[in-house]
């Protein structure tokens, strides 16, 4: 790719590496702007053993988030671990303790807390 006649070199990123932080004052800037946009005052929250779970699944190298809705109507999310070409982990070959080969499902995610007041953070 060139930009103004140089020759310009794109890194390619691996998934893994997406995402970045961006800080207090930024991230809380972001949040609020949407929430003042889009006129809604919650937040979802989830544990850190079901990200750890899914985090640990074989291959995998991030999460992929969709916005979804309960059995209730609720507005929620569900979580699903996606290995290093953006898949989705939905099965996967594990060793059981006789050493024979067996397919174990992939962890989709999901019962979050909701939670109100979003802007409550302090440090």
């Known amino acids: 790719m060139t930009k103004n006649n140089n020759l ?3 890194t390619p990123v691996s998934l893994e590496n997406i995402g970045e932080n961006i800080g207090f004052e ?3 800037k972001m949040v609020k702007d949407y ?3 889009n006129g809604e005052t919650h937040c979802h929250f989830v544990g850190k053993s079901i990200l750890e779970k ?3 699944q074989p291959e995998c190298v991030g999460i992929t988030i969709y ?5 209730k109507g609720v507005d929620t999310y569900v979580f699903i671990g996606v290995d290093s070409n953006g898949k989705a982990i939905l099965d996967y070959t594990a060793v059981n303790y006789q050493g024979d080969l067996k397919k174990e499902y992939g962890i989709v ?3 979050f807390s909701k939670r109100e007041q979003w ?3 302090s440090f």
């Open 8 to 10: 310009l070199q794109e």
């Open 26 to 28: 930024k991230g809380a």
């Open 35 to 37: 929430y003042d946009l």
């Open 54 to 56: 899914l985090l640990n």
């Open 67 to 71: 916005k979804a809705l309960n059995d």
């Open 109 to 111: 995610a999901n019962r």
């Open 119 to 121: 802007f409550t953070w």
